[in-house]
Each structure stands twice: as C-alpha cells, then as structure tokens.
C-alpha cells in the first residue's frame, strides 16, 4: 500500500518542516510540507532535513516502507516538529518497525507534551514491550486530558488495549489504572470489556459487577457482563440479567436490540420475537427488523407470519430479492408451485440468486417435469458470468438427478463439469458420492485422494473416505485413521462423531462404538446415525432396545431407505 501520493515541496524558507497529521491507525497519507522558521537554523541541516524528508516520501510511493521509516527516523533527529516525529512513529508502525516506532513516540511525546494522542500512542507502545509501568504515566494523562465527556479516557484506552497482542500486559496495565480510580465506575467498564476481549470471561464478568455496584443504571457494563456469562455458558443469568436490564430502560432501542440478538443467538426463538416485535412498533418501516421477524417465523413455520413481514419488507423498497427470495420459500412450503417460481424468478441479485434458479428447476422436477429443471438450469449456466455459480449450478443439477436415483446421467453430469473445472474439489466430492451410489467404491476413493492430493486436512473428505471403507468393511483400521484425522479438525461435528462410532463398530469396540454413536445422536438427531445406534445395539443382544430406536426413527423419518430396511431385518 501506498504511503503518500504526492510531494509538493516549498523549499528555502529556513526552518523546519510542518506536516499534515494523520490517525496512529491509519496508513500514512500524502502530505504537503512546507518550511517554516523553526529549528534547526543552520542551512546544512535545514537542507539534510529536507533530503530526508523527501527520500521518506519517495521510499513510501513505491512501498519500501523500511526505508522510508529509516528516512523519517533520521529527520526526526534533524527536526523539533513534533508532527515530523508524529509521521516518523506512524510510518514504523505501519511498516512493523516497533522498535523504532517506539523512539519516534518518544521524540514525540517530548516534542507534543500535551497531546493526548502522542501520550496515547507512546503508552500502548509501552504496554506491547511489556513495560507497564513506564505505560503507565501516558495512560494516565489520557484519562486525565481525553476530549469529550468525563471517563472518555478509560473507553479510549480500553478500545486501544483491546487491540493489543501481549493481553497480558494490557489487562495488568488496566488493573493498575483501575487501582488508582477504585471510585470510578467506569474503569472497572473498560476493565471488563478487555477482558471480555481477551477471552477472561469470569474476570470481565467480576469487574462488570463491581462498575455495577458503584452505578447501578451503566447500562453498558450490563451488556458486557450479559456477553461474558453467554461465553461462559451461564445462559440463563446471562438471560435474566439482560431482561433486568432492558426493563430498566425500556426505551432504549439499542439495548432492546442486542437483548433481541442475544435472544436469538441461545434459540430464544419465541421471546426473541416478542423483542422485535416491540422494536418494529418503535421503528414500523425498519428493513432488518421486517427481514429478522420473517426469519423467525419461517424458522417457526409460521408462513402466514413471515409473508406479511416479507410483503412489507418489499414495500420498503430495501432488500428487495431477499425478500421476494423468502416469499418463493414461503410459497414452496405450502405447495404452490407455480407462486414459488413467479417469486424465485424475481430474484435478480445477491447471496440467493442462485438458490433461487436451483430451486425453481427443484420445483419442477417435483412436479415430474426433470428434463425442464435441468433445461432450467443449463440456460443459468450459460447466462452467468462467475465460475462459482457455474460450480454451484451444475451440482444444483447434479441433485436433481440425485433425488431421481438418475445416477449415471449425474457422474455424466460431473464427468462433463470437471473437463470444464478440473481438479474442482466441490465436483469431485458430489461426482463421489454419486460414484458410491453405484457402487464405484473405486471412483469414490480416487476422487476423494485427489482432492485430499490438493488439501491433505479437508475434514470434509477424509471423513467421507473415512466412513465409506468402514461401511464397506474394507481396510477398517486405515479407515478409522482418516476419520480420526477429520475428527481432531472438527471434534464437534456429528458427521464425523457418527463416522467414529461407525468404524469402531466395524472393528468390534461396541462401548466406544456407543459412546460416540450417542453423542453424535444428542448432537443431531438423524434417522442414519438412530440406525447406527440401533444395530450396535442389536449386535449386543439388546433387541428390544435396538427396535425403540428404530420405532422412534422411523416416526421421524417414516421412507427413510436404510430404517426401512433395518425394521426387515428386525422384524424377520
């Protein structure tokens, strides 16, 4: 990146340079110097001064951002400016030259003893070396001297430290500040909000608690310490103290709204609504909530709901294809095909253009017109300009023929695709399973390698590579070495967990088969993973256990093919 664009130069003024400032964060821009009558006197310097100057600006044009801290370093030497040593500490910051960004913050702290920013700057510099205690002083005079209303020093520095690599230093130089304004509510504020940040959940929640004590109504240290709880799993107090919060103030929009949010984010779907619901009586025309209350009625079926919020939406003239992409969604939930396609053809930009056509040739294939879905899709294909969504399009097709065990035309499908996009690992993988459907166990693996071949951590592969040789009882044991290596990417994952137990029951370990089998299930209840249990459960004898998983399963998922074909065999 650039440092600056353009020099423009008055020289021979006798003087030292003055320089446009810029933010400490920001990548140094152009500036414009000029000479004024300042130190140092003597032409020599004067004119070695503007040597580097110059040299700085010319290093920074083409990126040699090393020299050009190396050049302003030196003029900082040469020149009592302090927006001179301002720009020396900005540029070794920017090219990750901490040590003499630290020299430069010091020259201009000297230079500037007033200005907040210098004090600021040379002081998170100090924290970062871990010198807390020379950090301290800076720190202080910006609590002291930050603009704005009082404590803006303490949100000020605690924005700043939150950034900070070493965490350590910068909470213990918190602390310390805390120390000295014990009656200050909020210090404790910016002491649980770095915590927060740096992942000390039970400190950030502890602080928060004190600020609290000293001012009750610090609406902000309750979102904080709403936010810590939350990542600390105590939900419910996380909850309650929100709600406590938000009855508080109930006019506050913002704290309603993140209150809402956090509903949302532990699947609080119902009060969730109700909190938006409030907030769109406050805002009735606001997009995000019309869009977020849809959402949430979609995700309870309430489709009546969503499609009055989505019909709304519309006429606000905003998110205008999300909208229309939704009512498509609507409409295809409740059997109206021909509503879902006008909707789903309306969807003209965004995240859900292509899953609009996906879905319209979907549509059509369910209503036994597949040639036209694929026709659909085909003219997609050649009207898109971006790869990704001629990638997404193809496998859109290529589950289309899924769906209608149409096999061979989908590997011919994918055959076709990666002469067009070869070594696609997305195509590779769905021409895969397809591939096992047939029993191509072969083609499966070789398409798997090649993709492991290109990126040897793909969880996703390896787990399927994983899980087919075990399912087909070949070469069990190399097949629990690759769902091993899925499983320590994605431990949480209850594909893979499902593939453990899988293999484990292969190789004759039915305790750790079950173990992970049941987690996998609590994780996801999926009618393959209640077979999985089932049979390891009928391998043990315990039949009559094995047949009220299977029941259960097949209440959920009633033509679930391999369920199905479980109850036969149970049932024989």
Not at 166 to 182: G, T
Not at 392 to 408: C, F, I, T, V
Not at 518 to 526: N, S, V
């Amino acid at each position: 990146m650039r440092i600056g664009m353009a020099l423009v130069i008055a020289m021979f003024g006798a003087g030292c340079a003055s320089i446009e400032s810029e933010p400490a964060s920001a990548a140094p821009r152009m500036i414009n110097i000029h000479i004024a009558p300042a130190a140092p006197t003597n032409s020599t310097s004067t004119s070695e001064l503007m040597f580097q100057l110059m040299a700085g600006e010319l290093a920074g044009q083409f990126d040699h951002l090393d020299n050009a801290a190396t050049h302003y370093m030196r003029a900082t030497r040469l020149s009592n400016d302090p927006q001179v040593a301002e720009r020396a500490t900005n540029i070794a910051l920017y090219a990750q030259d901490e040590s003499n960004a630290l020299i430069a913050a010091r020259r201009w702290m000297q230079l500037a003893p007033s200005n907040v920013r210098a004090r600021q700057t040379l002081g998170v510099l100090l924290v970062r070396k871990g010198e807390v205690d020379a950090a301290l002083p800076q720190l202080e005079f910006v609590i002291q001297h930050a603009p704005g209303v009082a404590g803006n020093g303490f949100m000020l520095i605690g924005a700043v430290l939150s950034q900070e690599r070493n965490s350590k230093a910068a909470l213990d130089a918190m602390r310390m500040l805390v120390q000295r304004h014990a009656e200050e509510p909020l210090s404790y504020y910016a002491l649980s909000n770095l915590s927060l940040s740096a992942g000390k959940n039970q400190q950030a929640v502890a602080a928060a608690d004190k600020a609290l004590a000293l001012q009750p109504s610090l609406i902000e240290a309750q979102v904080v310490r709403a936010h810590a709880l939350l990542a600390s799993g105590e939900t419910g107090r996380a909850i309650t103290g929100m709600s406590q919060a938000v009855e508080t103030a109930p006019h506050n929009y913002e704290l309603r709204l993140t209150f809402a949010k956090m509903l949302v984010q532990v699947e609080h779907f119902d009060r969730a609504r109700a909190e938006f619901a409030k907030l769109l009586g406050q805002r009735p025309n606001d997009a995000d909530l019309l869009y977020t209350l849809g959402l949430l009625d979609v995700q309870k079926q309430n489709y009546a709901g969503a499609g009055k919020y989505f019909k709304r939406l519309l006429a606000t003239g905003q998110r205008i294809d999300e909208a229309r992409y939704y009512l498509g969604r609507i409409a295809q939930e409740l059997k109206r095909p021909g509503e879902a396609i006008r909707w789903y053809s309306q969807v003209q930009k965004g995240q859900y253009r292509i899953d609009a056509q996906a879905r319209i040739a979907s549509v059509l294939a369910i209503q036994g017109k597949l040639n036209e879905g694929r026709e659909e899709l085909r003219r997609a294909r050649l009207e898109e300009g971006k790869d990704t969504a001629v990638v997404q399009l193809y496998l859109a097709e290529g589950e289309l023929l899924r769906k209608a065990s149409r096999y061979e035309a989908g590997l011919n499908l994918f055959n076709q695709a990666l002469v067009e996009y070869p070594g696609n690992s997305d195509l590779l993988y769905a021409r895969a399973l397809l591939a096992e459907k047939i029993g191509r166990t072969d083609q499966l693996e070789a398409d798997l390698r090649t993709i492991l071949k290109a990126d040897p951590n793909n969880a996703t592969a390896l787990n399927a590579l994983g899980f087919t040789l075990a399912d087909h009882n070949k070469r069990v044991h190399e097949a629990l070495g690759y769902i091993e290596q899925a499983y320590e990417q994605r431990p949480d994952d209850p594909a893979i967990i499902d593939s453990m137990g899988w293999a484990h029951f292969r190789l004759g370990n039915y305790d750790q088969a079950e173990q992970y089998l049941r987690r996998a299930f609590k994780l996801l209840p999926d009618g393959e993973i209640a077979g999985h249990l089932s049979e390891i459960m009928w391998a043990q004898g315990q039949k009559e256990k094995a047949r009220s998983v299977l029941r259960h399963a097949l209440d959920r998922q009633p033509q679930q093919k391999y369920l199905l074909k479980l109850h036969d065999r149970y049932t024989k």
